[in-house]
């Protein structure tokens, strides 16, 4: 087995089941290579950890069976701009909260080995969403994807903005808002859900667009077919506004239209039977609890 490993470097309380899973992936003589910087971390405490190393541009191919994030759903975020268009299949180790995406306890981390060997588990594909414009977007030049949402939001102000919106080339309506979110199923249980948006199931061919903290009451989410091109048109008070692939930003001069769309490739994440998206949501949502058991 061929794996790939990849931590944020302050999480300190990851090393642990990084060097239990590195122990059991030893029994079965797995290839293991570790994203560069975190391979500093492991190897400053652990001098015996010495493996191939990877980086956003290099090391990474189809060959791998698996990628595994320790962190949060943040860090699997992250993951993806490592992964990208490869096809390699994610899955999240949780070092801290329960998270939707990154759902295997860190005190499990073995059986991430063992019950991938045993066959209990499926591969989901996961939509992206991806930012295109007219004019350069330097900071999205090379990754202009998002697992999670793309978000259109104001900037050094405290005024809302104003968001002409359009589907497939038709007018919906113009949110007067602190900002939209354009939300892929993996990212409803995210941002969006902060904002009101429903819950979907990560196989669903949807999008969502929630307005955030909208003037007008009635401007609810809405959920539209994934083979919609949505543009959009900021105005406002400044110069300028933020749109943001999951957790990477970029300032935009008002006027200037972008287009959102489906990107053309998927993220694999491998959801074990023990560790289900419905049983997760459960567990999150607390779904079923009664506080007066």
């Given at each position: 087995?061929k794996?790939?490993?990849?931590?944020?470097?302050n999480?300190?309380?990851a090393?642990?089941?990084?060097?239990?899973?590195?122990?059991?992936?030893?029994?079965?003589n797995s290839?293991?290579?570790?994203?560069?910087?975190?391979h500093?971390v492991?190897a400053?405490?652990?001098s015996?950890?010495?493996?191939?190393?990877?980086?956003?541009?290099?090391?990474?191919?189809?060959?791998?069976?698996?990628?595994?994030?320790?962190?949060?759903?943040?860090t699997?975020l992250?993951?993806?701009?490592?992964?990208?268009?490869?096809g390699?299949?994610?899955?999240?180790v949780n070092?801290?909260?329960?998270?939707?995406?990154?759902t295997?306890k860190?005190?499990?981390?073995?059986?991430?080995?063992?019950?991938?060997?045993?066959?209990?588990y499926?591969?989901?594909?996961r939509?992206?969403v991806e930012?295109?414009a007219?004019?350069?977007i330097?900071?999205f030049e090379?990754?202009?994807?998002?697992l999670?949402?793309?978000?259109?939001?104001?900037?050094?102000t405290?005024s809302?903005?104003?968001i002409?919106?359009?589907?497939?080339?038709?007018?919906?309506?113009?949110?007067?808002?602190?900002?939209?979110i354009?939300?892929?199923?993996?990212?409803?249980?995210?941002?969006?859900?902060?904002?009101?948006?429903?819950?979907?199931?990560?196989?669903a061919?949807?999008?969502?667009?929630?307005?955030?903290?909208?003037?007008?009451?009635?401007?609810?989410?809405l959920?539209i077919s994934?083979?919609?091109?949505?543009?959009l048109?900021?105005?406002?008070?400044?110069?300028?506004?933020?749109?943001?692939?999951d957790?990477r930003?970029?300032?935009i001069?008002?006027?200037?239209?972008?287009?959102?769309?489906?990107?053309?490739?998927?993220?694999?994440m491998?959801?074990?039977?023990?560790e289900?998206?419905?049983?997760t949501l459960?567990?999150?949502?607390l779904?079923?609890?009664?506080r007066?058991n």
């Amino acid at each position: 087995m061929k794996v790939a490993i990849y931590g944020l470097n302050n999480q300190d309380d990851a090393l642990d089941a990084v060097e239990e899973l590195l122990n059991e992936l030893q029994k079965d003589n797995s290839e293991v290579w570790i994203e560069e910087d975190f391979h500093l971390v492991l190897a400053s405490r652990n001098s015996s950890i010495n493996h191939r190393t990877f980086t956003t541009s290099s090391g990474l191919d189809d060959s791998f069976d698996m990628f595994v994030s320790f962190g949060g759903d943040g860090t699997i975020l992250r993951a993806t701009t490592f992964v990208k268009d490869s096809g390699i299949p994610i899955v999240g180790v949780n070092t801290g909260r329960l998270g939707f995406l990154s759902t295997f306890k860190k005190e499990d981390v073995r059986k991430v080995v063992t019950e991938f060997l045993s066959g209990s588990y499926r591969v989901v594909e996961r939509s992206l969403v991806e930012v295109s414009a007219g004019f350069e977007i330097p900071e999205f030049e090379t990754m202009n994807f998002a697992l999670n949402e793309v978000s259109v939001s104001r900037k050094d102000t405290t005024s809302m903005i104003t968001i002409e919106t359009y589907l497939n080339d038709e007018y919906l309506t113009s949110y007067w808002a602190d900002g939209l979110i354009i939300s892929t199923p993996t990212g409803s249980t995210g941002y969006s859900l902060s904002c009101g948006g429903p819950v979907i199931v990560p196989s669903a061919k949807s999008l969502v667009l929630t307005p955030i903290a909208p003037h007008n009451l009635n401007a609810r989410p809405l959920v539209i077919s994934d083979d919609t091109e949505i543009r959009l048109k900021v105005s406002g008070r400044e110069e300028n506004h933020l749109v943001s692939l999951d957790s990477r930003l970029a300032s935009i001069e008002n006027g200037q239209e972008i287009m959102v769309r489906r990107a053309n490739f998927t993220i694999k994440m491998i959801e074990y039977t023990s560790e289900s998206f419905l049983k997760t949501l459960r567990n999150k949502l607390l779904w079923g609890e009664d506080r007066r058991n």
